[in-house]
């Protein structure tokens, strides 16, 4: 075995391309997305060394066209998640083993191949699949993914080097040993960086995972698995399977074997899989590490002093980039009178310019929500809000299923700051504005903070410092990620780590070394260089 004490790649941030009209990468990637929306994929289990095609499928479309399908993908039974909880454990006693330079060279490799090679594909099946805009493809399942394997790899070596004090009759080490059992990923269908980095992330340190991607997002979770394999990825390390989310979860939440559970998903979710795991503690070999990403209602407070054009752009950027469907994404937001004219005008001019389509039209900004139940929901409430009388939709309201679940980007302004799209977290292209008088500045604050039960992200807008100060100190336990004079979006890794407390989650920041201690179990070790023989201490004389 090679013997040294080795120094990885320094972590940069991937540059993010601009695909400008005319540029090499706008047609790179235009091509493969007609390449792909012309074919269809057959998206199989990857369970160990097997691509398990169960013959059970559904159907995999485009939200901005839903009656276009663009593959199919298989569904597994309980047999299927026993296999796939098997194969992990039986991969585990190599891959544990394994010494962690050549862990961190696959994931790294993972990274250049995403960088490069996979790059207009990962950006494809997400335009198509989830209907981002080349923009929002491109800061996500390329620059962010590439930035998590980077980072999480230089993160790792940190936390190796993080040693106690030794002496010279004692020498004193920690080593880091991965989770006893397997790790549950869970992933969502907004951001193919967290489908990429929740099991990679456990995988780095020595664990072994199950990865349940959700069924939105199957189409770029393949394409992932593509990556590992290519990078070297040994079989039965991440096994990616498909089902009946209850069947899933109740297979894997009541197996002895379970030693962790990374999430990113709705509150309500997390909520069960935490008391299903409480329920079943006296089955666990060990107590299972529970890491989990989940709502926000995130909000955008201005004062006063604040500049109306800057409060406009982080509203529209923060409200509805990728049709407001961010767990960061702004949508409460609270202006003072003085302000409120200028920056509703100027709110009004940003969204009378914007179009909305296609993914593969690369001039528009907003496309189409998710599914047919979000836009569904969604249409619920924007009609509520026509009809209430604390309520108005002042900007947009319009909706359209007939091609693709298009919501047009809306803005309801309330008199009742607690009205219910101020609390309630819609996940869509909807923002609620609430006017303040400019004298309650203390008291807005207050209001932000109680209003909602998440705490997530937020934003305060400000020239004056001391009212940023206050706003910094009043919300502190609002905002897991707190933004100055900045949309409450676009958190970077290796920048502003991510994750929020209260009902958000549990705050243990994606994208920085916090998060992957989650993943290690330490082990101190005291090695005395010269033994006692006398059990008789000094004091006894």
Same mark, same amino acid.
């Given at each position: 075995?090679?013997?040294?004490?080795?120094?990885?790649?320094?972590?940069?941030?991937?540059?993010?391309?601009?695909?400008?009209?005319?540029?090499?990468?706008?047609?790179?990637?235009?091509?493969?997305?007609?390449?792909?929306?012309?074919?269809?994929?057959?998206?199989?289990?990857?369970?160990?060394?097997?691509?398990?095609?169960?013959?059970?499928?559904?159907?995999?479309?485009?939200?901005?066209?839903?009656?276009?399908?663009?593959?199919?993908?298989?569904?597994?039974?309980?047999?299927?998640?026993?296999?796939?909880?098997?194969?992990?454990?039986?991969?585990?006693?190599?891959?544990?083993?394994?010494?962690?330079?050549?862990?961190?060279?696959?994931?790294?490799?993972?990274?250049?191949? $995403?960088? !490069?090679?996979?790059?207009?594909?990962?950006? &494809? %099946? +997400?335009? #198509?699949?989830?209907?981002?805009? =080349?923009? @929002?493809?491109?800061?996500?399942?390329?620059?962010?993914?590439?930035?998590?394997?980077?980072?999480?790899?230089?993160?790792?070596?940190?936390?190796?080097?993080?040693?106690?004090?030794?002496?010279?009759?004692?020498?004193?080490?920690?080593?880091?040993?991965?989770?006893?059992?397997?790790?549950?990923?869970?992933?969502?269908?907004?951001?193919?960086?967290?489908?990429?980095?929740?099991?990679?992330?456990?995988? $780095?340190? !020595?664990?072994?995972?199950?990865?349940?991607? &959700? %069924? +939105?997002? #199957?189409?770029?979770?393949?394409? =992932?698995? @593509?990556?590992?394999?290519?990078?070297?990825?040994?079989?039965?390390?991440?096994?990616?399977?498909?089902?009946?989310?209850?069947?899933?979860?109740?297979?894997?939440?009541?197996?002895?074997?379970?030693?962790?559970?990374?999430?990113?998903?709705?509150?309500?979710?997390?909520?069960?899989?935490?008391?299903?795991?409480?329920?079943?503690?006296?089955?666990?070999?060990?107590?299972?590490?529970?890491?989990?990403?989940?709502? !926000?209602?995130?909000?955008?407070?201005?004062?006063?002093?604040?500049?109306?054009?800057?409060?406009?752009?982080?509203?529209?950027?923060?409200?509805?980039?990728?049709?407001?469907?961010?767990?960061?994404?702004?949508?409460?937001?609270?202006?003072?009178?003085?302000?409120?004219?200028?920056?509703?005008?100027?709110?009004?001019?940003?969204?009378?310019?914007?179009?909305?389509?296609?993914?593969?039209?690369?001039?528009?900004?907003?496309?189409?929500?998710?599914?047919?139940?979000?836009?569904?929901?969604?249409?619920?409430?924007?009609?509520?809000?026509?009809?209430?009388?604390?309520?108005?939709?002042?900007?947009?309201?319009?909706?359209?299923?007939?091609?693709?679940?298009?919501?047009?980007?809306?803005?309801?302004?309330?008199?009742?700051?607690?009205?219910?799209?101020?609390?309630?977290?819609?996940?869509?292209?909807?923002?609620?504005?609430?006017?303040?008088?400019?004298?309650?500045?203390?008291?807005?604050?207050?209001?932000?903070?109680?209003?909602?039960?998440?705490?997530?992200?937020?934003?305060?807008?400000?020239?004056?410092?001391?009212?940023?100060?206050?706003?910094?100190?009043?919300?502190?336990?609002?905002?897991?990620?707190?933004?100055?004079?900045?949309?409450?979006?676009?958190?970077?890794?290796?920048?502003?780590?991510?994750?929020?407390?209260?009902?958000?989650?549990?705050?243990?920041?994606?994208?920085?070394?916090?998060?992957?201690?989650?993943?290690?179990?330490?082990?101190?070790?005291?090695?005395?260089?010269?033994?006692?023989?006398?059990?008789?201490?000094?004091?006894?004389?």
């Amino acid at each position: 075995m090679l013997k040294g004490f080795f120094n990885v790649p320094k972590a940069v941030n991937e540059p993010v391309k601009a695909y400008a009209p005319g540029s090499p990468e706008r047609e790179l990637v235009s091509a493969v997305y007609k390449e792909m929306w012309n074919s269809k994929v057959d998206v199989p289990l990857y369970i160990g060394n097997e691509e398990i095609r169960t013959g059970n499928t559904k159907t995999l479309s485009a939200p901005h066209d839903h009656q276009h399908i663009v593959g199919t993908y298989h569904l597994a039974e309980k047999s299927h998640i026993e296999k796939a909880i098997n194969n992990a454990l039986e991969s585990k006693k190599k891959w544990a083993a394994m010494s962690w330079e050549n862990r961190a060279g696959i994931f790294l490799k993972a990274a250049e191949l $995403l960088a !490069g090679p996979y790059r207009a594909k990962i950006n &494809a %099946a +997400t335009m #198509i699949a989830q209907s981002k805009t =080349i923009h @929002q493809a491109e800061i996500d399942s390329a620059c962010e993914l590439i930035d998590f394997l980077r980072y999480n790899v230089e993160f790792m070596t940190k936390i190796y080097a993080d040693q106690p004090a030794s002496n010279s009759d004692m020498w004193n080490r920690v080593e880091y040993r991965p989770l006893e059992g397997f790790v549950y990923a869970i992933t969502p269908f907004n951001f193919t960086a967290i489908a990429g980095n929740l099991p990679s992330s456990a995988a $780095l340190m !020595g664990n072994v995972v199950v990865w349940k991607p &959700a %069924a +939105t997002q #199957i189409y770029s979770a393949n394409v =992932i698995m @593509q990556v590992f394999k290519e990078a070297g990825l040994p079989d039965g390390v991440i096994n990616m399977v498909m089902g009946d989310s209850g069947m899933v979860s109740d297979v894997i939440l009541s197996n002895p074997h379970l030693a962790g559970v990374h999430f990113t998903g709705s509150t309500g979710v997390f909520n069960d899989i935490w008391k299903t795991i409480g329920n079943n503690i006296a089955t666990y070999k060990t107590y299972p590490r529970i890491v989990g990403e989940t709502g !926000g209602k995130d909000f955008i407070i201005a004062h006063p002093s604040a500049n109306a054009k800057q409060v406009a752009t982080g509203i529209t950027r923060g409200a509805f980039e990728f049709q407001g469907q961010k767990c960061s994404a702004a949508s409460r937001v609270y202006i003072p009178q003085s302000l409120w004219p200028s920056v509703k005008s100027n709110v009004e001019a940003d969204l009378a310019s914007i179009t909305m389509g296609s993914p593969e039209d690369m001039s528009n900004f907003v496309t189409a929500v998710i599914s047919e139940a979000s836009f569904d929901k969604l249409a619920r409430y924007i009609d509520q809000a026509k009809k209430d009388s604390d309520a108005e939709v002042i900007i947009g309201g319009n909706y359209d299923k007939s091609k693709g679940y298009f919501i047009e980007p809306t803005v309801i302004l309330t008199t009742n700051p607690k009205y219910s799209t101020m609390e309630t977290e819609l996940f869509g292209p909807v923002v609620t504005i609430y006017v303040y008088e400019d004298a309650k500045w203390t008291e807005t604050l207050k209001l932000v903070d109680e209003t909602s039960e998440y705490a997530l992200t937020g934003a305060v807008f400000s020239q004056c410092r001391y009212a940023v100060e206050e706003a910094t100190v009043a919300l502190q336990n609002a905002a897991g990620n707190f933004y100055i004079n900045d949309k409450p979006t676009g958190a970077v890794v290796g920048m502003q780590p991510f994750g929020g407390a209260r009902g958000s989650g549990t705050n243990d920041k994606a994208g920085s070394a916090q998060n992957l201690l989650r993943w290690v179990s330490p082990r101190t070790i005291k090695e005395t260089f010269v033994t006692p023989e006398d059990y008789r201490y000094p004091f006894l004389g």
